[in-house]
């Protein structure tokens, strides 16, 4: 007597196939637009972390060496612009000589590059440089203690605000671009 094998089927059917893929298609497009929007919301509290760091170092190091430290906007990370806005980068320096200008002997302390895509705009208070006192208090090139800065991608923003007092903080209200 012989014992026959039962063929089992290895694989799927075409119809089978076309089915797990067509749902395939149809959850990625619904899932999209929300990791896009993800993702932009990612880069931009990155972003917005990244100059609320640059202007608390600022801060700290005009406190410990005891001098002003300025913060200003810079394309090629060697000398401050007066033109164009702040997403072009930065750079931070010991200020001893005139104030928002690298001269004589003044130490540049830490360079940013440019923001991709995004945009990075301040109030006139604080349109070309920022400055920090050794008691930490802030002046801007409008030569008062507080202003804000405004960073946009992908028609999100979030606002980094400088109090009174010199302490910078990130606004998490939204607003529009």
Same mark, same amino acid.
């Given at each position: @007597?012989?014992?026959?094998?039962? /063929?089992?089927?290895?694989?799927?059917?075409?119809?089978?196939?076309? +089915?797990?893929? /067509?749902?395939?298609?149809?959850? &990625?497009? +619904? #899932?999209?637009? %929300?990791?896009?929007?993800?993702? #932009?919301?990612?880069?931009? /509290?990155?972003?917005?972390?990244?100059?609320? #760091?640059?202007?608390?170092?600022?801060?700290?190091?005009?406190?410990?060496?005891?001098?002003?430290?300025?913060?200003?906007?810079?394309?090629?990370?060697? /000398?401050?612009?007066?033109?164009?806005?702040?997403?072009?980068?930065?750079?931070?320096?010991?200020?001893?000589?005139?104030?928002?200008?690298?001269?004589?002997?003044?130490?540049?302390?830490? &360079?940013?590059?440019?923001?991709? %895509? @995004?945009?990075?705009?301040?109030?006139?208070?604080?349109?070309?440089?920022?400055?920090?006192?050794?008691?930490?208090?802030?002046?801007?090139?409008?030569?008062?203690?507080?202003?804000?800065?405004?960073?946009?991608?992908?028609?999100?923003?979030?606002?980094? +605000? +400088?109090?009174?007092?010199?302490?910078?903080? &990130?606004?998490? #209200?939204?607003?529009?671009?």
């Amino acid at each position: @007597m012989s014992v026959r094998a039962k /063929s089992i089927p290895k694989g799927f059917t075409l119809l089978e196939l076309m +089915i797990v893929l /067509s749902l395939a298609a149809v959850l &990625v497009s +619904i #899932a999209m637009p %929300g990791y896009q929007t993800l993702m #932009a919301r990612t880069q931009l /509290s990155a972003r917005a972390n990244e100059l609320l #760091a640059s202007l608390h170092y600022t801060r700290s190091e005009a406190v410990k060496r005891g001098m002003r430290v300025t913060i200003c906007k810079s394309a090629d990370g060697g /000398s401050c612009v007066d033109t164009g806005d702040w997403q072009a980068g930065w750079l931070i320096f010991s200020d001893g000589g005139k104030a928002g200008t690298i001269d004589g002997g003044d130490q540049v302390l830490r &360079v940013f590059t440019g923001l991709h %895509g @995004m945009t990075l705009k301040a109030d006139n208070q604080f349109k070309n440089w920022i400055s920090f006192l050794p008691n930490g208090r802030s002046r801007g090139s409008g030569n008062l203690p507080n202003g804000s800065f405004y960073l946009c991608h992908a028609e999100q923003g979030r606002r980094i +605000i +400088i109090n009174h007092s010199g302490r910078p903080r &990130v606004d998490v #209200a939204a607003f529009s671009c």
